[in-house]
């Protein structure tokens, strides 16, 4: 008996110690699984971490150190300070250069009729028409080229990029030499770029030109003074990041 006793005493000691077996391996086995599932999202975490590293590399034009595998990169972003820098910098060049222009247009008696402004495409010089030209006309007077050749002097002293910009008012024009007001608008404009194409230090490449006609008045074409103030042309000096879009070598 006793040995019955302890034969079925001995097999109920065992299915528990193999009961308890089977649930530590079901926890291990949990366990197991759940750091496999940390593990490969840490591992995607790090891949997307590595292709962002990787895009601003690119982006800034930098070298990234990449260590084995895809763990997280280093970057240095030596272009883009540089870049950063270079921007101050020419944003401090262009800020001189108004100043330089309203200092000649206060000089000359003309800060009534020529403005100097900045925008984010760059320095601004409006002249008004009248200066320039005769009515309906698009031929410079001698005192309209010196006052070019004397703005162009100032325009030389930085390398950017230069677009001359005629407008006219609402007015129709129908003549033999101007059929409408885009041609007229837009020869003012090119007059004007080939006086500052022969300022020395102003490369014909740098200069462009556009006529808009009638079109983006500043004033009103219902009153004389209005339609005075839209007949005009604009010399904008463009930033460098502005060029470089409009010739199609931007983003």
Avoid: C
């Avoid at 005493?9 to 940390?38: K, Q």
């Avoid at 100097?116 to 495409?121: G, I, L």
């Avoid at 320095?123 to 410079?140: I, M, R």
């Avoid at 010399?235 to 879009?245: G, H, P, Q, Y």
């Amino acid at each position: 008996m006793m040995d019955d006793d302890e034969h079925e005493g001995g097999g109920h000691e065992g299915g528990g110690m193999l009961r308890w077996l089977i649930t530590y391996a079901d926890l291990i086995t949990l366990l197991l699984a759940f750091f496999i599932v940390l593990y490969a999202m840490n591992r995607t975490e790090q891949i997307k971490f590595s292709l962002v590293a990787q895009a601003l590399a690119n982006e800034f034009d930098s070298r990234s150190i990449v260590g084995q595998g895809l763990g997280p990169s280093i970057i240095t972003a030596n272009s883009g300070t540089e870049t950063a820098r270079a921007t101050t910098q020419e944003l401090q060049s262009l800020s001189k250069l108004q100043s330089e222009l309203q200092t000649a247009i206060d000089q000359a008696g003309l800060a009534n009729q020529v403005s100097v402004t900045s925008n984010e495409r760059g320095v601004e010089v409006s002249l008004n028409s009248t200066l320039l030209f005769a009515p309906a006309s698009a031929h410079l007077s001698p005192s309209a080229i010196a006052l070019l050749e004397r703005l162009g002097r100032v325009l030389a002293t930085v390398p950017n990029d230069i677009e001359v910009v005629g407008y006219t008012d609402s007015t129709p024009i129908r003549t033999a030499e101007y059929p409408s007001n885009w041609q007229l608008s837009a020869m003012r404009a090119a007059n004007v770029v080939y006086v500052l194409s022969r300022v020395p230090g102003i490369h014909p490449a740098r200069l462009s030109l556009a006529g808009f006609g009638k079109y983006h008045p500043i004033a009103t074409n219902a009153t004389p003074e209005g339609r005075a103030q839209n007949r005009r042309v604009n010399i904008l000096v463009l930033r460098s990041a502005v060029a470089e879009v409009a010739i199609g070598n931007g983003p």
